[in-house]
C-alpha cells in the first residue's frame, strides 16, 4: 500500500456525537410521552382525591353529619348561625392541611431539585426517572392505605415529605428537560418537542380533573387512588425497562464534588466561561421567572375569585372553566406551534405570548358576567407559550454537559414561583377584595407586561448562541 494511502486512511475524521434524532421524533420521544401519559394523569386524579379526602376527613370530624352547601356564603347564609360557623371552621382547617400537604411536598422537593439534576451530567439521565416514579408510586401506596383505614391527616402530609425529600414531582420533569435537549437538535426540533411536552402537561391535567370529579362522585376515594396506583405502577415499568439513557458517555461531564455540581448550577449567570452569554441567561432567567410567577398560581386564584361575588359559581362551573383555559392552552401547544414556528422566532413567539397573558388577565380582572368571563380562555390560549419559548432558547444556548445543571435551576425557580405565589397574590387578593374584587388580576397583567419588557430588550440587545455539540475523532484503519 502506497504511504499517502496510508496517512489518508488514518487522517481523523470528525463527526457529530450528538445523539438526537435529528428534525424527527424518534422511539426514545415517544416512550417519555408514554410515560408522561401515566404520570401527569395519576398525579392529577391524585391531587384531586387526597384533596377532597382531606376535606372529607374535617367534615366528618367537625360537622358530625352536618351537611351545608358551600355556596351558601354568597347567597347570604345568617353567619351567627353554629352551623355556618362550622363550616367556615372546615374550610380553614381545610386549607390549612391543604398548604401543609403542598409545602411538605415543594419545600423538600425544591433542595432536591437543586442538587440531584446537576448530577445527571456525569451520571446519565436515568436516575432523574427512577427516582421520582419510585417514591411517587409509593407515595400513593400510601394514600391508598389512608383512605381504606382512615389514617389521620397527618399521615397524609408526611407521606409527601417523604416524597418531597427525593425529589418528587419537580424532580421528573427537570429530567424530562434534560432528555428532551439530549435527544433534539437546538432550534426548531427542540422548541417543537418542548412545546408539545408542555401543551400535553396541560391537557393532561385538564382530563384528570375531568375524569377526578367523576370518578369520585361514583366511586368515592379508594377506588381512584388504587386506579392512580395502577397507572403510576406502568409508568415505573416503563422507566425501569424501557426508557433509554440518552446522555451518552463522551457527552458526560467528568464527576467532581457536591461543592463544584452548585457551582455549575450558577455558573451560567456569574462564570467567566460564559463572559459572552451570561447577559443573555440573566435576562432570560429574569423573564422566566416573572413569567412562571405569573401563571403558577392562577387556577388557584381564579377558583376563589369564581365562588366569591358576582359569580357565585359553583364546583361544576369552576371545574368546567379550568378544563376549558387548560385545554385551549394545551391545545396552542400541541397544534399551533409548528405553524407559528415555521413563521416567527422564539423570541417573537414569547412576546406575543407575553402579549396575550397581559390582555387575557385584565379581561378577566373586568369581568362583571359569566360571559366575560367565559371569553378569558380565548386571549389566554396562547399564554402559556411564552414559558416553553423561554426555556427553549436557554437551552438552545447550553452545551450538553450542561443541560441537567441548566434544568436543575430552572426547575428550582418554577418551585419558588410556586411557593412564592401562593402567599403573595393570596394576600394581595385579601387586602384588595373590598377595593376592587379584580385587582389582583390587575397586578397579574403588570408582571406580564414587565415579562413583555425584558423580552423586547433582549431582542434588540442580545442573540441566542446555539451551543454547537461535541465533536469526536474518529481514526480509520
Not at 142 to 155: R, S
Request: net charge positive; charged share 15%.
Amino acid at each position: 500500500m502506497k504511504t499517502g494511502e496510508t496517512e489518508r486512511e488514518k487522517t481523523p475524521l470528525l463527526k457529530e456525537t450528538n445523539s438526537s434524532n435529528g428534525s424527527k421524533f424518534g422511539y426514545k420521544y415517544f416512550l417519555l410521552l408514554l410515560v408522561m401519559v401515566f404520570l401527569y394523569i395519576s398525579v392529577g386524579i391524585t391531587f384531586y382525591t387526597i384533596s377532597q379526602w382531606i376535606q372529607y376527613k374535617v367534615r366528618k370530624e367537625i360537622l358530625q353529619g352536618i351537611e351545608i352547601n358551600s355556596t351558601s356564603v354568597c347567597e347570604g347564609t345568617n353567619q351567627s348561625d353554629p352551623v355556618y360557623e362550622k363550616f367556615q371552621t372546615v374550610e380553614k382547617k381545610t386549607a390549612f392541611w391543604q398548604m401543609l400537604n403542598q409545602l411538605a411536598s415543594s419545600i423538600p422537593g425544591s433542595l432536591a431539585v437543586l442538587i440531584i439534576p446537576s448530577f445527571s451530567d456525569s451520571l446519565g439521565r436515568k436516575v432523574l426517572f427512577v427516582l421520582p416514579t419510585t417514591t411517587i408510586l409509593l407515595k400513593e401506596v400510601i394514600y391508598a392505605l389512608i383512605i381504606y383505614f382512615e389514617w389521620d391527616i397527618l399521615w397524609v402530609v408526611l407521606a409527601s415529605l417523604f416524597e418531597g425529600i427525593f425529589g418528587s414531582f419537580y424532580l421528573f420533569r427537570s429530567g424530562m428537560y434534560a432528555y428532551i435537549a439530549d435527544i433534539t437538535k437546538p432550534g426548531r426540533h427542540r422548541t417543537l418537542a418542548l412545546t408539545i411536552l408542555e401543551g400535553s402537561f396541560l391537557i393532561f391535567i385538564t382530563l384528570s380533573g375531568l375524569a377526578a370529579g367523576y370518578f369520585i362522585e361514583f366511586e368515592g376515594f379508594l377506588v381512584p387512588m388504587i386506579t392512580c396506583v395502577g397507572l403510576i405502577f406502568f409508568a415505573w415499568c416503563i422507566v425501569i425497562f424501557a426508557l433509554p439513557e440518552t446522555h451518552e458517555k463522551h457527552n458526560r461531564a467528568k464527576k467532581m464534588p457536591f461543592g463544584d455540581h452548585m457551582k455549575r448550577i450558577t455558573g451560567f449567570y456569574r462564570s467567566k466561561q460564559f463572559s459572552n452569554k451570561r447577559s443573555a441567561y440573566v435576562m432570560l432567567l429574569l423573564a422566566f421567572f416573572i413569567a412562571e410567577l405569573t401563571s403558577s398560581h392562577r387556577t388557584s386564584l381564579e377558583m376563589l375569585y369564581q365562588l366569591g361575588k358576582p359569580f357565585c359559581w359553583p364546583s361544576q362551573k369552576i371545574g368546567l372553566f379550568s378544563a376549558a383555559r387548560h385545554a385551549t392552552e394545551g391545545f396552542a401547544g400541541l397544534v399551533l406551534i409548528a405553524p407559528l414556528k415555521s413563521c416567527f422566532s422564539e423570541i417573537i413567539i414569547a412576546i406575543l405570548s407575553s402579549m396575550f397573558n397581559a390582555g387575557s388577565y385584565v379581561l378577566e380582572a373586568f369581568a362583571d358576567t359569566d360571559l366575560i368571563l367565559y371569553l378569558v380562555p380565548i386571549p389566554a390560549t396562547f399564554s402559556f407559550l411564552m414559558i416553553p419559548m423561554i426555556k427553549t432558547m436557554m437551552s438552545s444556548m447550553t452545551p450538553s454537559d450542561k443541560q441537567g445543571s441548566l434544568f436543575s435551576g430552572i426547575v428550582f425557580v418554577e418551585v419558588l414561583c410556586s411557593i412564592t405565589a401562593t402567599y403573595l397574590f393570596n394576600t394581595i387578593y385579601s387586602v384588595t377584595l373590598s377595593l376592587f374584587h379584580g385587582l389582583v388580576f390587575l397586578v397579574l397583567a403588570g408582571l406580564c407586561i414587565l415579562v413583555l419588557i425584558v423580552l423586547i430588550l433582549f431582542a434588540m440587545t442580545q442573540t441566542v448562541e446555539i451551543a454547537l455539540p461535541k465533536l469526536e475523532k474518529i481514526v480509520t484503519n
